[in-house]
């Protein structure tokens, strides 16, 4: 096999989802060409997914540094609420700037604690975030059993506007892109995902790693969070659920590795776009809310054979002959 061939074949193997896109999207075109070819439906597309692609995000740092998540949804649910709480009931004089940033630092505080029990305590990351998955689920009906729907700030709303909220998303996707790829700590956030131990005999502390990741991964939910109560105008109890098996599935329909260490932020944007095309192409079909859900159940599945499937063939490419 030429040196070109392996380089395009491999190319095409690490690219995958983009290509799965087209091929979708020209199908779609096809049959629905008034509906998919308008582009007021790709930017309410790309626009609707954005609370869901930042938890694509967090959940595929998490992944890529060896763990799992699945509390970042529930989390982006209780930010959100808590968040809507001191905005709208017990702080109100807030200005909108100021409380854009209350759900980002919650999320952050309840990465932490995820990160802490992780990182430092070495408990499995699954049962962990199982715990705290429904302690956030529990903690957001304890706080309002019923959507908030008035009193935000005005400034606050803004993740419902499409013409800041895309910009916004897609700029923190490469910038993500660039610090995994080109920082220190994306660095050590790849290696730790790879290679634990021999991280650590080259002076790296995973504990600390995992920390900062799954504390960056709450960060995230945070935003998702804020930007589901921009897109919604309001704050219900149900907010993000069932939203964390779409966002593992993004991210492993994007070549994040189930394994650790291998995956990338621009190709897990891919995921979403995938995941949002096939909510948009089931829209346009009107199809059955249930069926819907029995689809993303598909998904999951598809996700994890694709991913097995991409590893082998890669691993097969970058074999020496």
């Known amino acids: 096999m030429s040196k070109n061939l392996r380089k395009a074949q491999l190319f095409i193997v690490n690219n995958f989802s983009w290509f799965l896109i087209i091929v979708i999207y020209i199908v779609f075109?096809?049959?629905?060409?008034?509906?998919?070819?308008?582009?007021?439906?790709?930017?309410?597309?790309?626009?609707?997914?954005?609370?869901?692609?930042?938890?694509?995000?967090?959940?595929?740092?998490?992944?890529?540094?060896?763990?799992l998540d699945v509390s970042l949804a529930q989390m982006a649910g209780f930010t959100a609420?808590?968040?809507?709480?001191?905005?709208?009931?017990?702080?109100?004089?807030?200005?909108?700037?100021?409380?854009?940033?209350?759900?980002?630092i919650l999320g952050l505080v309840a990465g932490a604690v995820n990160g802490f029990f992780i990182g430092y305590q070495k408990l499995n990351p699954f049962?962990?975030?199982?715990?705290?998955?429904?302690?956030?689920?529990?903690?957001?009906?304890?706080?309002?059993?019923?959507?908030?729907?008035?009193?935000?700030?005005?400034?606050?709303?803004?993740?419902?506007?499409?013409?800041?909220?895309?910009?916004?998303?897609v700029a923190v996707v490469f910038l993500m892109a660039f610090l995994l790829n080109f920082?220190?700590?994306?660095?050590?956030?790849?290696?730790?995902?790879?290679?634990?131990?021999?991280?650590?005999?080259?002076?790296?502390?995973?504990?600390?790693?995992?920390?900062?990741?799954?504390?960056?991964?709450?960060?995230?939910?945070?935003?998702?969070?804020?930007?589901?109560?921009?897109?919604?105008?309001?704050?219900?109890?149900?907010?993000?659920?069932?939203?964390?098996f779409l966002a593992f599935a993004g991210a492993i329909i994007g070549g994040v590795s189930l394994e650790g260490g291998r995956g990338s932020m621009t190709n897990a944007f891919a995921g979403l776009v995938f995941l949002a095309l096939i909510e948009a192409g089931l829209s346009m079909f009107n199809?059955?809310?249930?069926?819907?859900?029995?689809?993303?159940?598909?998904l999951v599945l598809a996700a994890i054979v694709i991913n097995r499937y991409r590893s082998y063939f890669r691993d097969r490419l970058l074999q020496p002959e």
């Open 29 to 67: 075109a096809g049959l629905r060409p008034t509906g998919m070819l308008n582009w007021s439906t790709v930017v309410f597309m790309l626009h609707s997914s954005i609370p869901l692609g930042f938890l694509v995000i967090g959940e595929a740092l998490c992944l890529i540094v060896g763990g």
């Open 81 to 104: 609420m808590l968040s809507a709480l001191i905005v709208t009931k017990w702080a109100p004089g807030l200005p909108g700037i100021v409380g854009i940033f209350i759900p980002i």
């Open 127 to 169: 049962l962990v975030t199982l715990g705290t998955f429904m302690g956030f689920e529990a903690g957001t009906l304890l706080l309002h059993s019923y959507p908030i729907y008035s009193g935000f700030p005005n400034h606050y709303l803004f993740g419902g506007e499409d013409y800041l909220s895309i910009p916004i998303f």
């Open 183 to 244: 920082s220190r700590s994306g660095m050590y956030i790849y290696g730790v995902g790879g290679n634990a131990q021999s991280s650590r005999m080259l002076g790296v502390n995973p504990g600390h790693v995992k920390f900062f990741t799954f504390t960056l991964a709450g960060g995230f939910a945070g935003l998702s969070g804020l930007f589901y109560t921009g897109f919604l105008n309001t704050v219900p109890p149900s907010m993000g659920d069932g939203d964390i």
């Open 287 to 298: 199809v059955d809310p249930n069926m819907r859900r029995a689809t993303y159940g598909i």
